[in-house]
């Protein structure tokens, strides 16, 4: 019992005179510690280990170094500051110089669209409605993590909602764009004679209005419904509402989207793959009546099968990309160690960035290039700057 009360009056124990200042020994303890029970009494003693220079009670209260108080665990959601800075380096290094490219064409083809009246056609604004949805989606994406944390690496309960906003309209508005694009090619491949009538350039402004709408309607609806249904108590907590949401989001709005747009490419596919064929079964037939081949036949015939393998290549990067996205956010809901720490989440959040990123680049941007006007349209921009640069 005496070692016991010797223990007890040791060197952080106020009562035997004997004091330590732990703020001059480590300068993220602070001397200041919340009284338990609130009776205003101040003792120094060693707090609970804390980046931000606060201190932990013994009954979960923190104070920071600004004296306000948090719940106990509620800021540092990262193993360190490491991990913060490495999805800072990769923003910058990927991200960033991805979206960029990525914008600068997407405002290219849309400039060209706009300015040339040989791509005035109804295909063409769906496209250029496309690539401005791509634009929307890259500047949300660059601006909802630093929504969700801080630049100290603290979650944030504040602008949650504005989260869910813009983590829910970017995705509506890129797949329902999407989708247009995919009903406009159905459209124009089995009713090519009736395209004309059925798609008109008022149709098309009623339907890319009412995509726009319904993204942003989506997006606030979803807003509201987490911010006043679901809430956001502790930033902790924060953190499982968030996985919860995503999944609902990847499940619920981004695979059922992603799967109509899958089924209506690979029905375009099928029915290329069908002209193709009927144009090289005619084609023996009319030889045999000629004497000279039919070089505008053959040359028909290879334009659709080129356009055939660049669907099928747009097809399945499009697959290999938002199919397992949904798989992964899925996964990482299961998985306890995706479910606890914040560093896997983000890193997933930033791994499918850059592939969608890519997917865009390739999809939307590239195989427009390889259409006949927009690269004759290309060649003469060149040549234009290779004059005006004396090249």
């Not at 997407?106 to 706009?114: E, S, V």
């Not at 295909?123 to 993590?145: I, P």
């Not at 907590?237 to 989207?257: I, K, N, Y």
């Not at 209506?264 to 099928?270: H, P, S, T, V």
Request: charged share 15%; with cysteine; proline share 4%.
């Amino acid at each position: 019992m005496k070692l016991l009360r010797n223990i007890s009056r040791g060197p952080l124990s106020p009562g035997n005179g004997q004091w330590r200042n732990f703020s001059e020994e480590n300068p993220h303890f602070s001397n200041e510690w919340v009284p338990p029970f609130g009776n205003g009494q101040q003792h120094q003693r060693p707090p609970f280990w804390n980046e931000r220079g606060g201190n932990f009670s013994e009954f979960g209260n923190w104070r920071d170094g600004n004296g306000s108080r948090l719940e106990q665990g509620s800021c540092r959601q990262f193993d360190n500051l490491h991990d913060l800075e490495i999805f800072t380096a990769i923003k910058y290094a990927l991200l960033l110089p991805l979206s960029i490219l990525l914008a600068a064409i997407d405002l290219y083809i849309i400039f060209a669209i706009c300015r040339n009246r040989n791509l005035r056609s109804i295909s063409n604004y769906f496209l250029a409605n496309l690539l401005a949805s791509e634009l929307v989606y890259k500047l949300l994406m660059c601006f909802n993590n630093e929504l969700r944390v801080s630049p100290d690496g603290c979650v944030q309960c504040e602008n949650s909602y504005l989260y869910v906003f813009a983590l829910t309209s970017m995705h509506l508005i890129y797949f329902l764009s999407g989708i247009c694009v995919a009903v406009d090619k159905y459209i124009k491949i089995t009713r090519p004679l009736r395209y004309a009538a059925m798609v008109t350039r008022r149709v098309c402004i009623v339907v890319v209005t009412i995509a726009w709408v319904s993204a942003l309607a989506g997006g606030g609806l979803a807003s509201l419904l987490f911010q006043y249904l679901v809430g956001c108590t502790t930033p902790r907590a924060l953190q499982s509402h968030l996985r919860t949401t995503m999944l609902f989001l990847s499940d619920g709005v981004v695979l059922p989207l992603v799967m109509i747009i899958m089924g209506l490419n690979m029905k375009i596919i099928c029915i290329a793959r069908h002209q193709a064929r009927a144009i090289a079964n005619m084609a023996p037939q009319h030889h045999g009546n000629s004497d000279n081949r039919n070089d505008d036949s053959d040359q028909q015939q290879q334009a659709v099968r080129k356009s055939t393998r660049y669907f099928k290549a747009f097809l399945w990067s499009f697959v290999l990309v938002w199919v397992p996205s949904v798989m992964v956010a899925n996964i990482s809901y299961i998985l306890p160690i995706a479910r606890e720490n914040l560093s896997w989440s983000i890193g997933i959040r930033y791994g499918m960035n850059v592939l969608g990123l890519c997917q865009m680049l390739y999809g939307t941007a590239v195989l427009t290039m390889k259409q006949e006007q927009f690269r004759e349209l290309w060649r003469g921009h060149w040549q234009t700057i290779k004059q005006k640069l004396h090249i």
